[in-house]
Structures are given as C-alpha cells and as structure tokens.
C-alpha cells in the first residue's frame, strides 16, 4: 500500500472538516482547559504577559487563556477558514484577541515583542523541507523577549510507534465516519484519510504526513535553536478514554527559555 501525498497538504487540510474530524481533540472544552492547565503549571505565567499562540488554529487556547484573564493573546495560524472563525468567535465573545494569517516560517512580526509562544495540539512536522520545523523556532526565538519562554506540545512519536495502528476508523455524531489508513516510515508517518457522510456522501479523500519526535530529537530541536534550560514533559494523555485519537493522545510538552 503507497499513500502518496502532496507536500503543501497542510495549506488546505486544516478547515471546517478538520473541526469536525477532529472534534474530539480539538472542539472538547474540557481538553483544552486540560491542555492550559498543563502550560499555566509548566510555565511562569503572568497575567500582563504577551502570548503569541503559534499555529493556534481556530483559537481554543487563546480563547482560553483569555477567559483566564490572560488578556494580550495573539493567535497566528496559515487557515483561512480556522482565522476567519476564531476572528469571529472572538468578536462574538467580546474578546480582543489579535488574530493574523500567515506562515509561521517567516511571521512578520516585531522582534523581541512577546513573553511566550505556544505551539499547542501537534502544529509542528507537516512542511516536508527538512529545515521547516527549524525556521519556525527560530521565528519564535527572535519573536520572544529575552527570558521569553518557549512551549512546544506535540505528539510523543516514541510513544505513537509503540501503539501504531495501521487502520483506524471513528463515528462523529450521527453522521459522519472518519477512516484512516496510516503507514510509519521511519520518522515518517504518511496518513490517507476518507471522511463519509450519511447524508452527503464522500465529504474528504485526502492524504497528509507527519515528521514524529521522539523526546530527544525535539530536546535537540529546541537546543539547537538557542533555548537554555530545556525539557521535555512526557506522559501527557488528555483524553480520559482510551481509543484511537490521531495521535492527540501520546503527547509531550518541551518547554525552553530565551536566553
Ligand atoms: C493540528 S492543528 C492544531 C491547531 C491548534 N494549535 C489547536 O491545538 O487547536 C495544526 C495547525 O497548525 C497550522 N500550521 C501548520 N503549519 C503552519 C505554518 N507553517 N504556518 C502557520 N500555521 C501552520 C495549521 O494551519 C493548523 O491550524
């Protein structure tokens, strides 16, 4: 079986069908409480801080933060359909949060302008160019302040290779199925994805691929883009269930410092 797979998947993947086949990770308010309770007990937060949530999609955890009184959030994501639903879910709850579409390769923002940046919910490994992943935390390196702190939480790949299951299917609500068809090549985790509606038909037939750490290449990663006092938290399970998440359920947090 060969998946094949267009390496700019993840310009168009991330939209209101992501939203809803991966509703039970990423539209579970009480997965992101969860998943912010770990970032506020891992990292000096400070309520005045500027926070840059990188890759935040639709903008749970900004949103999050905001309703903690973590008030000067910006949320920067390449989807145009996940900004333009976070801008108006702000504005519907009135909060100011910034939210800009762009390539977390090359922000464009002002250095030295934010006291942490977020990369929550497995945001890291999709742009196949080796030096992707290193361009984005150098951008968030020159992006934080010095003593600025960076957190990362992806998948654990250790762990995803441990319980690697090659076919995966779920059921969302009454009418949709998502079916998975996964092949692990090396770091390499290649995934073609066919999403069936009851009512609609074939609503996706897609592939896409993830590059996988495991807790000593995102320690080098982080190292190597200048972080001090680097760790890598593992043995994160935000879903209480046991079931086949995407890999959402395997995580680990690295955290580093600006120096
Ligand atoms: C799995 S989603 C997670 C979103 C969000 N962090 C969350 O936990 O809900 C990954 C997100 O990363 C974004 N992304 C991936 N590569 C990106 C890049 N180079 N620049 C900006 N956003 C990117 C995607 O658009 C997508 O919204």
């Not at 290193?134 to 995803?160: K, N, S």
């Not at 609503?203 to 982080?222: A, E, F, G, K």
Request: net charge negative.
């Amino acid at each position: 079986m060969s998946i094949t797979v267009d390496p700019e998947w993840w310009k168009s993947t991330f939209d209101e069908i992501y939203l809803i086949t991966d509703a039970r990770s990423v539209c579970d308010d009480e997965i992101t409480r969860r998943e912010i309770d770990l970032v506020c007990e891992l990292l000096p937060m400070n309520h005045r801080d500027r926070i840059l949530d990188l890759c935040g999609g639709h903008g749970r955890h900004s949103m999050e933060l905001y309703r903690r009184g973590f008030t000067r959030c910006t949320l920067f994501d390449y989807s145009k359909p996940l900004i333009e639903r976070a801008r108006k879910e702000a504005a519907r709850c009135s909060y100011d949060i910034e939210c800009i579409r762009g390539d977390a390769r090359s922000i464009g923002l002002l250095s030295e302008t934010f006291d942490h940046v977020l990369i929550m919910g497995n945001s890291l490994g999709y742009i196949p160019e080796h030096a992707a992943d290193a361009q984005i935390l150098a951008e968030a390196m020159r992006i934080l302040c010095p003593g600025g702190w960076l957190l990362i939480d992806v998948a654990d790949g250790a762990a995803v290779k441990d319980s690697f299951h090659p076919r995966s299917w779920h059921e969302i609500g009454a009418d949709v199925v998502v079916c998975r068809e996964r092949k692990l090549e090396g770091n390499i985790v290649s995934t073609r994805e066919i999403v069936l509606s009851k009512e609609k038909g074939m609503i996706r037939n897609s592939s896409y691929s993830l590059h996988l750490y495991d807790p000593q290449t995102l320690s080098q990663l982080v190292n190597r883009t200048g972080f001090g006092k680097v760790k890598v938290h593992t043995g994160f399970f935000p879903h209480q269930r046991t079931g086949d998440y995407g890999f959402m359920n395997h995580r680990m947090l690295a955290t580093g410092q600006k120096p």
